[in-house]
């Protein structure tokens, strides 16, 4: 009997060894951030050096014709925080919107192929919305803007490598009416 109660407690032992070190690796990431940002982030390690936070034109929705007018802001990996660039892209964009008070405009949130689809779904939106609430508080008027999320589904780049990851964590701008 008592050889039947040490391999039951080694079972549990090596069970609970296991449940902690798959609890643990489930752990949030550390935010880390090497300028002050508008939004939240995650782990910013991995970002692109070349793109990220620059700006760039256009989107690729369906629902409107991609502006020439407008640009990008771009993101860091698995972050939704307005970087400086980023802002600045969006402050552009809030005075062409205030020049074109009627224009209307659709955030696209897009990311690069790394994590789930779901999860990106979900960062894609946070992406658009952060853009969005930041036009807000440069005075554009929320009925003015929707937001929509691509997740990866739709790359401004197809390749697979940190180039063009950087140039799909973004939020686009597409002009629905002017």
Not at 40 to 52: K, Q, R, T, V
Not at 112 to 127: P, V
Request: charged fraction near 25%; glycine fraction near 10%.
């Amino acid at each position: 009997m008592s050889s039947f109660r040490h391999v039951r407690m080694s079972f549990l032992a090596v069970f609970t060894l296991c449940l902690i070190v798959a609890l643990a690796s489930c752990s949030k990431k550390d935010v880390v951030q090497d300028e002050p940002a508008f939004g939240a982030s995650g782990d910013n390690s991995g970002a692109a050096a070349g793109n990220e936070g620059a700006v760039g034109t256009g989107g690729a929705g369906d629902a409107g014709t991609p502006s020439g007018d407008l640009r990008t802001a771009f993101f860091a990996y698995d972050s939704y925080a307005l970087r400086g660039d980023a802002r600045e892209a969006l402050k552009y964009n809030a005075n062409w919107l205030k020049e074109h008070g009627s224009a209307t405009v659709q955030v696209e949130g897009h990311c690069d192929e790394r994590g789930t689809t779901e999860y990106n779904l979900a960062l894609g939106e946070r992406r658009a919305n952060a853009a969005k609430d930041y036009l807000q508080k440069l005075g554009i008027t929320a009925s003015r803007i929707t937001v929509i999320s691509y997740g990866e589904e739709r790359p401004s780049d197809p390749g697979h490598d940190e180039s063009a990851w950087a140039k799909n964590r973004r939020a686009a701008f597409v002009l629905l009416s002017q």
